[in-house]
């Protein structure tokens, strides 16, 4: 049997990944944390450890910047993790020059089927003007139609405004 | 007597489009499709026939990229309505190089006389970084602006996120 | 005793300034409005100038575009004042280049400590895509980070979205 699935999803800076670890901290459970982003330049790097300052102990971690599903599938049912993002995911994906579809239906499976409870964090772009560039417009799309099968296969799905949560989905959960 | 009007106010790839066509969809009236793009290049080209192959049939088309409000003014009591969207429409009078105010006082009397039931679908575009070109804040202006008015002469206004309803406005209808 | 804070959050266009007015306008109490705008541009100017005309007359206006802090502490307890806005405070900081922590330490300090009612207006920044350019990706972290603390901080958060509220904190205020 699965585990229950919460997608938190927010602007950039907009306190989401703080929100969902809260999440995972509150579960009492033994946390799992599964990171998708790779530290290919200074920005990143800087990203990562002010992240990694503030969960503190306790997490196990595990990187995986393209097929977190493996994480997923060898975890046991007694465990809470924090996927953070979906939105790094998707970016590797597409820096690959792949198509995400097939890679999508992987991930969301094996989201399905993970027996631990998993909270996913992923953002919102598609908000501000239209792009000028194709890429960017290709990838707001991507993300978008992405959130919205994640959205439909989780039990909650939260958004997170200024450090706020604003209940979307599974208010009575 | 004029129809109920809902405005339907979502990002890129947000999933407003499919809900706004559940809502004239579940209406079991006749419905009737307002279409304001214009397929200027392959990727507007591509995108009108993906929406067009997710409605599948049952629907009226009816192309009107400037004066949508004349397709409404023309329809019997008993339609329900979706005019998709108010973006496209705004971006093809502002590269007209027009003020696009009087145009919208004709619009928004258009919807307000419209004897069907009217399901609008509009962009929100305000919630990223100040756009590098002038052009683009202008329209972000112009955008924001109809958004409101729309809103305001809405009965109901639903915000949709990942594919999913918030209501702003009418709760209860 | 320090008066109560209001945060209204939304994005570029979104009816957040003429919403907090109205906030302002309702308390029945003498209004003052502290303008963190500089009219350093012809569209800042014309901006500026729209604004004004919006509130009409009955509003004592203080300009203080990098220390609004001061003109808070100045306040006696029957006030109800608009700040507006913490995006273009944020922006006037960052354009100095200066680190605006300490800055938005007193700012945050002197919101406490002021003992009239205050409406604070901010934008939403962070739902678009990445930014290109570094110095836009700096202002969104800065932002974001800065309404994080406001939201925490404030006793009431609402977010406008096509000039309908949406409150995320403090409902029942």
Known sequence: MSGPLTLVI???ASGKSAYA???VINSGLPMVYIATAEAGDGEMTERI???RARRGIGWETRENPLTPGEELAALPPDRAVLLDCATMWLTNQMMRGDDPARA????????AACRAEV???TNEVGQGIVPEHALSRR???AQGRLNIRLAAQADRVVQVVAGLPLVLKGGAG
Not at 104 to 111: G, P, S, Y
Request: no cysteine; net charge negative; hydrophobic share 55%.
């Open 49 to 51: 450890a002010i992240h």
């Open 10 to 12: 927010g602007g950039a």
């Open 21 to 23: 670890e809260d999440l």
């Open 139 to 141: 990838f707001r799309e």
């Open 119 to 121: 909270v996913v964090v």
């Open 104 to 111: 999508e239906d992987e991930f969301l499976a094996a989201l």
